[in-house]
């Protein structure tokens, strides 16, 4: 009897470190002798990610936390079991020093760049450590900015430290029932008893919840009774989760969230009876403190999705070139090799957002610049929402190239697109955070420093029909951005989208395209840069009639 003998190798990814992109980018940005330290750090961790975080990752997915409510004797502990793989992780990159490395700053306004360059490393092998991390560094940047000295002196200390027996991570709580994205709803209630809070609520999802701390929010009742409504309300607390004897701060966990994607994490709804915690700031500085915090997780979300979106691309890329289909491997059919093209380069737009993101970050970290800030804070959303609407719909493209084999569970491909998912919710979903753009542009006064420093980045990057072009879309958003303030609310609100889209856009070409003058003799570069700018455009026209659009809209769902 016949039996076929043939079997498919699987897809394989390169050594994390093996990523042109990535090390040129690092080399036209760091001098030469950072750049020995730098490297070789790099690739050491390259190896390690290999030989021993991923297959700790693929332990951690297959064995996902519980939540132990009881003792088999009724006594009720709230527990979150998590496997020993897991815990691991938090070890390995506490030794990493991933997020020391961004608050040491022995590379100056590099120091950041060369974490975020560790952290895209780092997140697909992380099963989705990645994210506790993200809000560690988001608490250390808060406490850094607005911490007393008691903070400082131990819980900034714990965040930052690179000692895995005194490390901490950070939760960040701000989700409730109420809403996700409308904060200001928030019902857990603060208060005040001697030189402390007692907060009383329900944190509806709250990630990582095996941290040590969390910085929350809650609306301040005070002496009277009284509570002040909207976000205007609410305080930014500081607590710690168990106390000298490892009890529970009055917390009850009540469940762990059953998410599509993100299994590893622990993810859990919390009941706050009586917390004890400490006010940062003032009451109703919570929302504009914390964002402080969440600024810093969307630049993680940034990079995670691009880190993300460059694992799956480069196993479809390895796979199309070993899988034969129609007389040929699939990477040599044209139809084929034009989509997977199609999808590097927008890989590389993400890649430039987000490391030029934490140049900025970095830069505005060293030496604090006003004008440079206002870009960081405008391209902090766009790069966020941009990243990972492009990871969401990209990775559900890679994840066709591998036909039937990239829908089933053991292949290890769904989780790709089950994870790219949640990352566009995370930190703020596409909508909210092009409101957030607007925001920078009205309150913020982001968007002239920004074309300013378009124009400037510009001037580094040799002529072309594509400069030219680039030279006008800037013009074209500076005249849409004088005719925006002579339209009403709701209109602006409508086009948020396709504003934020067509500024993250016009930013990723110019970075492309400077990339590719430096990189001069490489065609390589110029061409991704030039396929990228061919690419679709968003629609944004100063022309249209945004309140016919927007009857038409209420029509169609009416
Ligand atoms: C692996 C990847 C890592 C990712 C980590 C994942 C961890 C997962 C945990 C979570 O998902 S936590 C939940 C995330 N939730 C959000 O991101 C909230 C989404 N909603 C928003 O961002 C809303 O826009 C917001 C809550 C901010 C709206 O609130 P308000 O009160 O209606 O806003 P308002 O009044 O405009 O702003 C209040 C103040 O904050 C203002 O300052 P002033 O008081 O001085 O006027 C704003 O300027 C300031 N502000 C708001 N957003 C800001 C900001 N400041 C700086 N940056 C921002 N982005």
Request: charged share 25%; proline share 3%.
């Amino acid at each position: 009897m016949y039996q076929s003998s043939f079997y498919q190798d699987e897809p394989k990814f390169n050594h994390p470190f093996e990523n042109k992109l990535l090390t040129d980018y690092l080399s036209r940005f760091i001098d030469k002798n950072d750049k020995d330290i730098i490297f070789k750090d790099l690739k050491r961790f390259s190896d390690r990610i290999g030989d021993e975080i991923e297959p700790l990752a693929k332990e951690a997915e297959k064995n996902i936390p519980k939540h132990i409510a009881y003792t088999p004797w009724g006594k009720r502990i709230d527990e979150i079991e998590v496997h020993p793989s897991w815990t691991k992780l938090e070890k390995i990159a506490s030794e990493e020093n991933l997020i020391g490395i961004g608050y040491e700053r022995k590379f100056g306004k590099n120091s950041r760049l060369y974490q975020m360059a560790k952290l895209f490393l780092f997140h697909p092998s992380s099963s989705y450590f990645s994210c506790p991390l993200a809000m560690t560094d988001g608490a250390a940047k808060l406490i850094e900015l607005y911490g007393d000295q008691n903070l400082k002196n131990k819980a900034f200390k714990n965040l930052t430290s690179h000692n895995p027996e005194t490390f901490w991570t950070s939760g960040q709580w701000m989700t409730e029932k109420t809403g996700g994205s409308d904060v200001g709803l928030s019902e857990t209630r603060a208060y005040k008893k001697g030189d402390e809070y007692h907060l009383y609520g329900v944190k509806w999802f709250t990630s990582a919840t095996t941290s040590q701390m969390a910085m929350t929010l809650a609306r301040v009742v005070d002496e009277n009774g009284n509570v002040i409504e909207g976000s205007k309300g609410l305080g930014l607390f500081y607590l710690e989760l168990r106390d000298s004897n490892n009890q529970l701060n009055n917390i009850e966990i009540l469940r762990l969230k059953d998410k599509m994607g993100t299994k590893a994490l622990p993810t859990a709804e919390l009941k706050l009876n009586g917390t004890k915690a400490k006010l940062i700031g003032e009451t109703g500085e919570g929302i504009k403190k914390i964002a402080s915090l969440f600024n810093i997780t969307r630049i993680y979300n940034s990079c995670c999705a691009t880190a993300a979106y460059y694992r799956v691309l480069d196993m479809a890329i390895n796979y199309s070139r070993n899988r034969y289909a129609f007389k040929k491997n699939i990477i040599d059919h044209p139809l084929h090799f034009k989509k997977l093209s199609e999808l590097k380069v927008k890989f590389h737009a993400c890649f430039h957002l987000t490391f030029f993101l934490s140049r900025l970050l970095g830069e505005s970290e060293q030496s604090p610049n006003k004008e440079s800030e206002k870009v960081l804070r405008l391209l902090t959303p766009i790069a966020k929402l941009t990243t990972a609407k492009l990871n969401m719909v990209g990775t559900s493209e890679l994840i066709e190239c591998f036909g039937g084999a990239g829908t089933i569970e053991d292949t290890g491909l769904p989780k790709w697109l089950r994870d790219a998912q949640i990352l566009t919710i995370w930190e703020g979903t596409t909508n909210v955070l092009s409101l957030d753009a607007l925001r920078a542009i009205s309150r913020d006064q982001a968007f002239l420093p920004y074309i300013e420093k378009m124009k400037s980045i510009l001037q580094n990057v040799i002529d072309s029909e594509q400069k030219t072009l680039l030279i006008d879309k800037c013009e074209h958003l500076m005249l849409f951005m004088n005719q925006l303030s002579g339209l009403d609310h709701a209109s602006i609100e409508f086009i948020a989208d396709d504003l934020s889209f067509t500024i993250a856009k016009v930013t990723s070409a110019i970075l492309m395209l400077e990339h590719a003058s430096h990189y001069s003799n490489e065609t390589a570069y110029r061409d991704i840069a030039c396929e990228y700018i061919e690419q679709p455009w968003p629609s944004l026209d100063i022309n249209d009639d945004l309140n016919s659009k927007m009857k038409r809209a209420q029509s169609i769902l009416n």
